[in-house]
């Protein structure tokens, strides 16, 4: 039978019985209120009346009130006849009444009416015990159906209460019990209903996918090692090293141009902490060292090439750590399952970049040479003890002149980035006074600002102290970011150049009002051959990488702040040169 059903039908049942006990006792107490009214409206008050007549009878009937007493419950008496036989004594009573109406010292009449009287309570009496017996009938009998009724009722409850409840929890019971087993991957749990019901099926259906599972997983088991094998192939014979962590820290794996790279054997390391390993291991404690350092500034040194020695000499590595996070089945959480250390060998775009870095540096110490002759040469030509030049030889001499200065100034920058690019940059830190810097940077862009009638508006602090650096390339870059400002700036425009002391530094700042730089390229303004796209102006993008190395490698800071459509402020800030240091 169906559980529906079962329940269905259990609960009807038990809906119909306790219906039929309240319909039961409904009727029979009717039935008992019924046949106690009509002893207490019927017989009763005969009895009453007759009671009152009597009492009239025996304080004087001569008397007018004991005639109207009387009279008045004789009344009542003949509305109030029920019983057989009642009737006719109720009129021999009226009868000799009036007999002892007419001769109230009568004695036999008296006697009469007394007898009169006492036959009519007497019929009420008897008729009240025989009621009394059929009320107390009718109450035996709804006692004992409203008792069967109940008990009914009780029984069948009862048997409710110990089958029902187990016939529904207990198959619930048994198969939460399963499914526990199977989320612990038990596949070969089933579960044994024989009942030909709801749960029945509901035990095929997840005997069914129980098969299935175990099924699954046999099959997919052997997938997965296949799969596992192919991956451990395909990082074995990765050129790059790779190493993979738990999210507990310990090796899953490490392929053999890691273990070789490190000098170590993979039998004796997978499963173990990592930061044992680093204990004994400088190359893996330097690789692991981040995930362990909360030290942001160590962090960002650990993202520069890493030179390690392998392949029989000195190569270079890029680290990434890359984490493996997962949202596992039936959470939303996100969970961090381990980390995976990835090298990536560029040692042969290091040597391409050397390669690079040395003929940039070879060609342009070659081009110097003869710019610098043709520029003593153009010198040369301007004097006039030389020979005089016409209007249009002396338009070709001026445009000479510009262009061997522009190559002349793109081959410094060209020999500046190389040797930022190796490395090589010698700083000679010496105490500088910033007037002589300014006065260096503005002479050197005096006859460009003229040309454009661009006026320098130049505010230095009083009592500045010197500043320790080196002369030479702070004035470099001064003076490149005044003739960025004066290429950038509309003719007639202000330029400021404003030096102070702010913050236990000095701080050179130039301000134009050119166009300004975009938001979106801000950031990228310092990145080396970077140029704002869509800018007609000249330049090979090399002055602010290298004006932002050369400060940064004095120990200084070099920022820019644009607004668009109204201009742009260069910064940067050099040391106070301490006392000690004299």
Not at 269 to 288: E, F, S, T, Y
Request: glycine fraction near 6%; hydrophobic fraction near 40%.
């Amino acid at each position: 039978m169906k559980i529906k059903l079962k329940l269905s039908l259990g609960i009807g049942l038990l809906f119909a019985m306790i219906a039929l006990l309240t319909i039961l006792s409904i009727l029979f107490i009717n039935r008992l209120a019924s046949d106690s009214a009509n002893v207490l409206v019927s017989n009763y008050n005969s009895v009453n009346y007759c009671r009152q007549m009597m009492i009239a009878l025996n304080e004087g009937i001569t008397s007018q009130e004991g005639q109207l007493d009387f009279k008045t419950n004789l009344t009542k008496q003949q509305a109030n006849i029920t019983e057989i036989g009642e009737g006719d004594m109720t009129e021999k009573l009226v009868s000799d009444f009036d007999s002892l109406y007419q001769s109230p010292s009568d004695s036999i009449l008296h006697h009469e009416v007394q007898k009169d009287i006492t036959d009519i309570m007497l019929l009420n009496m008897q008729a009240i015990q025989r009621k009394s017996k059929v009320a107390k009938t009718t109450a035996d009998s709804s006692i004992l159906w409203v008792s069967i009724a109940g008990t009914l009722c009780f029984l069948f409850a009862l048997i409710m209460l110990f089958n029902l409840p187990g016939n529904v929890g207990n198959p619930i019971k048994e198969l939460t019990t399963s499914i526990k087993e199977i989320a612990d991957e038990n596949y070969s749990e089933r579960v044994h209903f024989e009942k030909h019901n709801e749960f029945g099926e509901l035990a095929s259906a997840f005997n069914t996918m129980a098969e299935k599972l175990e099924e699954y997983k046999a099959g997919n088991l052997e997938k997965i090692m296949v799969e596992k094998k192919r991956i451990e192939t395909l990082i074995n014979n990765m050129n790059d090293p790779i190493i993979g962590l738990d999210e507990n820290q310990r090796v899953l794996f490490m392929n053999n141009v890691a273990l070789k790279i490190a000098g170590l054997d993979s039998a004796g390391i997978i499963g173990k902490p990592v930061q044992d390993i680093a204990m004994k291991n400088d190359l893996i404690r330097m690789l692991v060292q981040e995930l362990f350092d909360g030290d942001s500034q160590q962090k960002q040194a650990l993202l520069t090439p890493l030179k390690i020695y392998a392949d029989n000499k000195e190569s270079y590595f890029e680290k990434e750590i890359i984490p493996i996070k997962i949202i596992p089945t039936g959470e939303k959480k996100e969970k961090e399952i381990g980390n995976v250390i990835l090298l990536q060998n560029i040692t042969p775009y290091k040597e391409l970049d050397f390669a690079k870095t040395s003929f940039i540096a070879n060609v342009s110490h070659e081009l110097k040479t003869p710019i610098s002759s043709i520029k003593m040469s153009l010198q040369l030509l301007e004097n006039e003890q030389v020979g005089a030049l016409n209007t249009e030889q002396q338009h070709l001499l001026e445009s000479i002149k510009e262009d061997a200065g522009r190559l002349l100034k793109i081959t410094d920058e060209l020999l500046n980035m190389t040797q930022v690019e190796s490395g090589s940059i010698q700083m000679n830190m010496i105490p500088s006074d910033a007037k002589e810097i300014v006065e260096y940077a503005v002479n050197a862009n005096k006859s460009a600002a003229e040309q454009k009638q661009i006026k320098l508006k130049i505010t230095v602090e009083d009592n500045l102290p010197k500043l320790l650096a080196d002369n030479e390339k702070t004035s470099w870059v001064l003076t490149n970011l005044i003739s960025n400002a004066i290429r950038y700036s509309y003719e007639y425009s202000v330029i400021d150049l404003n030096v102070e002391t702010k913050n236990e530094k000095i701080k050179f700042s130039v301000t134009d009002t050119g166009q300004g730089i975009p938001p979106q390229y801000v950031d990228k303004i310092f990145d080396r051959y970077f140029r704002i796209p869509g800018t007609k102006k000249e330049g090979t993008g090399l002055g602010l990488s290298i004006s932002k190395e050369f400060i940064e490698a004095q120990g200084g800071q070099i920022t820019v702040k644009s607004d668009l459509g109204a201009g742009s402020t260069f910064s940067f800030s050099l040391n106070h040169f301490l006392s000690q240091g004299k």
